[in-house]
């Protein structure tokens, strides 16, 4: 049995580009410890949408640090909560500097 396909369309995005300066660590956004930037591609387009810092060895020792910092607590924390609290996160956009 043979089946077709209508290719779906790409889509157009009609928002302004993607820029963060900042990388978002420990619950707050902070100045990477480099200046190298990476574009972000839009998977539907393959068009360069943004741009966002590129973190580095101690970027990411310092994220490592902060959600070592944090587990304790968390992991302490009834699953409904923890369920709730990232349900509230998806919901929530957000601010960008």
Not at 5 to 14: F, G, K, Q, R, Y
């Amino acid at each position: 049995m043979a089946t077709t396909s209508t290719p779906t369309p790409a889509l157009s995005h009609d928002q302004q580009p993607i820029v963060r300066d900042q990388l978002f660590i420990g619950g707050e956004w902070v100045a990477p410890a480099g200046e190298g930037a990476i574009e972000v591609i839009d998977s539907t387009t393959e068009q360069v949408m943004g741009q966002i810092p590129e973190g580095t060895p101690e970027d990411v020792d310092r994220a490592v640090a902060a959600a070592r910092a944090g587990f304790e607590v968390w992991s302490q924390t009834p699953l409904a909560e923890r369920a709730a609290a990232c349900a509230a996160l998806s919901k929530t956009k957000l601010e960008v500097r």
